[in-house]
């Protein structure tokens, strides 16, 4: 089970730490990730790191203002996010699979976490 949360309601330039608490499976094989979905849009990558290694890779638009990081001790994910801008509105998901840009290469999704960016 993923869990995410930290979204809320900003203004364009604020910051935002997301997290995402795994339970129920071990995770260590897996490649955590970050989605969006920004309404009447279809869902995006964001960002991902490697459960084992850390390696991480963003996606264009956020890089530069979003950070991915983990937490193997407590299994947490965070997406720290900088400088945001009104088109970062969106729902957030965090969702665990194999080390891809597209949805459908991860398995297991949490329930979102609304973030909106007012200009």
């Known amino acids: 089970q993923l869990q995410a949360s930290g979204g809320g309601l900003v203004q364009a330039g604020d910051s935002l730490r997301l997290s995402c608490a795994a339970s129920?499976?071990?995770?260590?094989?897996?490649?955590l990730g970050w989605f969006r979905q920004a309404p009447g849009k279809e869902r995006e990558f964001v960002a991902a790191?490697?459960?084992?290694?850390?390696?991480?890779y963003y996606a264009d638009s956020v890089k530069g203002r979003c950070t991915i990081s983990r937490d193997n001790a407590k299994n947490m994910v965070y997406l720290q996010m900088n400088s945001l801008k009104p088109e970062d509105t969106a729902v957030y998901y965090c969702?665990?699979?194999?080390?891809?840009?597209?949805?459908?290469?991860?398995?297991?999704w949490g329930q979102g976490t609304q973030v909106t960016v007012s200009s």
């Open positions: 969702a665990a699979g194999v080390l891809s840009t597209s949805v459908t290469s991860y398995y297991y």
């Open positions: 129920g499976r071990t995770l260590s094989t897996y490649t």
């Open positions: 790191i490697r459960w084992s290694g850390g390696s991480t």
